[in-house]
């Protein structure tokens, strides 16, 4: 008996991979059955952090492949050695924020764009509030900022586990205040905040045209300062170049070290394409590698797009991915489009010869059901769209519709040579 759950968990865990590809990690491999009974699956993870991960962004892939592969309703419960006594050192320190297990130091792959920001990061999370205080990051969208700071909270955990660290992003930081304000509660928001080793705050540009939050946070600034915590913020632009932000906080913001990212160039893209397909359990060719880099110039998370798609159509095959074959999949101009459900629809109706009036029906004839599948699958590979925003543009669908649809053209994928071509050449109208 124990053997069968090990081999449904196993089964299990290719199933996630073929449904979720935008969350698919190697590391899914290293996971293990704590117990299966009752409908209960509890799975063991390599630490707390892969553990928030998969439960709060993989819960429903997982929970859907285990129906899949057992025809019964189950439960899947997320657990790692330490996640007990992490969630106790976090509720005795104030800890209570996740950290992505992708966004470490090791995963950083650093160039000459970047790489006086990653040293400072690295500096600062290894001594707080002693080297650059306050440590101000800042770069377009997709460079990499929220990756450092997911670094720099890790890295002074695992140096100083006892730390009372809060690491939020500023529109959280807004919101919390006005509810403080609402609630009376603003002396145990003050202490919250005040009270910290390191205060990091993600996107602090979003403190524009907010005069009270201002003030609050030039207080909660200058508290922590004068107590020697450490502070590291980041902004889309230099601290000067945030429109309607007072001189006392730029001037703040700047008596540290402010570093810039810059975009990656051509080399450092190329290290990036191969790190990313690393972590994703992705085989990649140098050739395929150099071609995305040259696609993609603008920023990582188009990099990571591009592998979403790639990995959406070879899954867990084991298939390495070819220069010619990323060319046919993405697309001269894929990188350089903004592709919506729109577009798809189009595509898709078009190819299909069917009306999206059709595919947003209660029809359920397989001439309706598998275009409207199809749609629902290419949505989720080549757009970042939640499942609930996929189903809504076709007639209102729930998010499990969506997950089993996405489910099902994945294992056609793998079995059916015409629905790949199929794909392949959607993917390539789409994204032309």
């Known amino acids: ?47 707390s952090q892969s553990a928030h991960f998969l439960q709060s962004d993989c819960i429903n892939g997982f929970t859907l492949a285990a129906q899949q592969i057992t025809g019964h309703l189950v439960t899947v419960k997320f657990n790692s050695e330490n996640t007990d006594q992490k969630s106790k050192t976090a509720k005795s320190t104030g800890t209570d924020f996740r950290l992505h297990p992708d966004y470490t130091f090791d995963n950083f792959v650093v160039g000459p764009c970047n790489r006086l920001a990653h040293a400072s990061c690295v500096a600062v999370s290894k001594a707080l509030g002693t080297t650059y205080n306050p440590l101000f990051i800042y770069g377009t969208v997709g460079l990499g900022k929220t990756h450092l700071l997911h670094a720099v909270c890790r890295e002074a955990l695992n140096s100083l586990p006892n730390a009372k660290i809060q690491f939020l992003s500023c529109e959280e930081f807004v919101n919390r205040f006005i509810s403080a304000i609402g609630q009376g509660s603003l002396p145990e928001f003050k202490s919250q905040y005040r009270t910290v080793d390191l205060l990091v705050i993600d996107d602090v540009q979003f403190l524009q045209e907010r005069d009270q939050s201002q003030e609050e946070f030039f207080h909660t600034f200058n508290a922590l300062y004068n107590n020697r915590s450490q502070i590291v913020l980041s902004a889309d632009a230099a601290p000067g170049e945030i429109p309607t932000l007072p001189e006392r906080l730029t001037s703040r913001f700047k008596c540290g070290l402010v570093a810039r990212i810059d975009a990656p160039s051509y080399e450092t893209r190329i290290a990036i394409v191969q790190n990313k397909a690393r972590l994703r359990g992705m085989k990649i060719s140098d050739e395929a590698s150099e071609y995305i880099a040259g696609q993609v110039k603008a920023n990582i998370r188009e990099i990571e797009g591009a592998l979403t798609t790639l990995y959406a159509l070879v899954g867990n095959s084991g298939q390495e991915i070819t220069k010619d074959f990323a060319r046919v999949a993405l697309g001269d101009s894929q990188t350089d489009k903004n592709i919506t459900i729109t577009d798809i629809i189009k595509a898709v109706t078009t190819y299909y010869d069917v009306r999206p009036a059709d595919l947003q029906s209660k029809k359920r004839s397989q001439s309706i059901t598998m275009p409207r599948q199809i749609c629902m699958y290419l949505a989720r590979s080549l757009t970042s769209h939640s499942l609930e925003e996929i189903g809504g543009h076709l007639g209102g669908r729930d998010h499990t519709t969506v997950m089993h649809a996405c489910g099902k053209i994945a294992e056609l994928e793998q079995s059916s040579e015409k629905i790949q071509a199929q794909l392949v050449e959607l993917t390539k109208r789409i994204t032309k």
């Open 1 to 47: 008996m124990a053997q069968d759950a090990k081999e449904i968990f196993e089964a299990i865990i290719e199933r996630v991979k073929v449904l979720d590809p935008v969350n698919s990690r190697s590391w899914f491999d290293s996971l293990s059955l704590r117990t299966f009974n009752g409908g209960l699956l509890e799975i063991n993870c390599p630490d």
